[in-house]
């Protein structure tokens, strides 16, 4: 008996919705419906009885969680306020506040956003000794940099203090000049990372990893309040596992061991959180830890041709420890068959996608319809922005995005360059940009006029 919840789904969807009671891992491709077998299964599980707060359904994003919980709500037919839809980040803080504030275990602290960090450690630049960074070019850029991998030693749990010994002790046990200088370089951000953590425990803050490590500490060091968690995670679901950090992956196994069930739905070709082959690392950690798991796959792709999904598979094929799969178009989707470009460089590439963006345009496509896609907005969408800028092509920049990257601050710092040095051609061309009540042709050429003449 499936159930109306379950009535149009197909078999496969049908096994995964419904899987009866222990770990199972469902590999679902692109465009398998993995949203969809998600939703299902929650609203499957409070159909069949299931207590709404015993129920936890962790997702990456919070747009994710929010459609998520509304899709379920919808097939449920009625508003659950304890049906628990969260993100790692804000289950960690939950399990924080519930069992470690509320009970004196834990301060209380708010949140800290990237951004927040960045600019904390920017107006304390000079309490560091970073002798051995580069302070001159952009301090802005240094900033963010260490943010990053404070950010990276959180997800592996690598805190402040551990740091600090390993790099004391390698630079005690260097045996070369240069081994030396590299050890001292180490030193020096573990010591800002030590001093990041002070200044924001003194500020009473925390930022999203150290969410985690909090939550993760707590309930190793209370087996009582691990017990409650767990009393309230009988059944517990993730999204984009393969995207799961080390420090993510703890907790949800610290969390869910014993739980009556535990579905993760996942494809290690879809990581885009991670390195490459540390998705499918997920994928075996999983199957090393729960050796008797159900294993479920959706292979059916509703939302794109077999020309796309056959390019996908060609680039994915290679990777090491790559779990198999075969992911099959509905066979009445056709289109045109994608196209490849080779780029010599990041500058490179930028300049041909906004040069295809143009060519676009000028053929009466409107730029609200074109969209470019990159694996990580922070990482890869300076390029693209500043071509972009030169060729005068209004944009958006959505993602995560660090705070000097944002289009408003890097006009703001376009608009101070020019006013303090007008020979800083590129500065006016941003400006110029950014204004539409300016023609383009006309300020491109003013500016290229006046920076040839010296």
């Known amino acids: 008996m499936t159930g109306p919840v379950l009535a149009d789904l197909t078999p496969e969807q049908r096994a995964a919705a419904a899987h009866p009671a222990g770990p199972a891992l469902v590999l679902a491709g692109a465009g398998a419906g993995k949203t969809r077998v998600l939703c ?36 449920i037919g009625r508003s659950h306020e304890t049906l628990r839809v969260a993100t790692f ?55 963010d940099e260490i943010v990053r991998r404070i950010d990276a030693c959180r997800d592996q749990l690598v805190g402040a203090d551990a740091y600090v010994r390993w790099a004391e002790e390698r630079a005690r046990t260097a045996g070369s000049r240069g081994a030396a200088h590299r050890a001292a370089r180490e030193l020096e951000f573990a010591r800002a990372y030590a001093a990041h953590d002070r200044w924001l425990t003194e ?17 190793r060091a209370h087996p009582d309040r691990l017990e409650a968690a767990r009393a309230r995670a009988r059944h517990v679901l993730v999204d984009e596992f393969q995207d799961t950090n080390h420090a993510q992956a703890e907790l949800l196994y610290l969390v869910a061991q014993g739980a009556e069930s535990l579905v993760v739905v996942g494809d ?24 008797g798991a159900a294993e479920l796959r959706l292979e059916r792709n509703h939302r794109s041709t077999q020309f796309i999904l056959d390019a996908a598979a060609a680039v994915v094929t290679p990777i090491r420890d790559r779990a198999p799969k075969t992911i099959r178009a509905l066979p009445e989707v056709t289109g045109p068959a994608p196209r490849f470009w080779r780029a010599p460089d990041p500058g490179g590439q930028a300049r041909a996608v906004v040069e295809e963006i143009g060519r676009l345009a000028a053929e009466g496509v409107p730029l609200r319809e074109q969209a470019v896609l990159m694996r990580a907005v922070r990482l890869e969408a300076r390029p693209v922005v500043e071509a972009l800028e030169r060729a005068g092509i209004p944009h958006q920049v959505r993602g995560g995005i660090g705070l000097f990257e944002r289009r408003e601050v890097r006009a703001a710092v376009a608009w101070l360059r020019a006013a303090a040095d007008p020979a800083d051609a590129q500065a006016h061309l941003r400006v110029a940009a950014g204004a539409p009540e300016v023609p383009w042709t006309e300020a491109a050429d003013a500016v290229s006029a006046a920076a040839a003449s010296g």
């Open 40 to 75: 299902r299964r929650l609203a499957w599980l409070v159909d069949r009885g299931v207590r709404p707060d015993e129920i936890i359904a962790l997702t990456f994003t919070r747009e994710a969680a929010v459609e998520l919980r509304t899709r379920a709500e919808a097939l």
């Open 89 to 143: 980040h804000s289950y960690a803080a939950e399990l924080a506040r519930v069992h470690g504030v509320e009970r004196g275990l834990l301060p209380d602290a708010g949140v800290a956003r990237t951004e927040d960090r960045v600019l904390m450690l920017l107006d304390r630049l000079g309490e560091l000794d970073l002798r051995l960074h580069d302070l001159r070019g952009d301090p802005a850029r240094l900033a």
């Open 203 to 219: 500020a009473g803050l925390e930022d999203f990893g150290l969410s985690i490590v909090r939550a993760l500490e707590l309930l």
């Open 268 to 291: 290690d070709d879809q990581g885009i959180y991670r390195f490459r082959g540390a998705s499918a690392k997920n994928i075996a950690d999983f199957r090393r830890r729960f050796p």
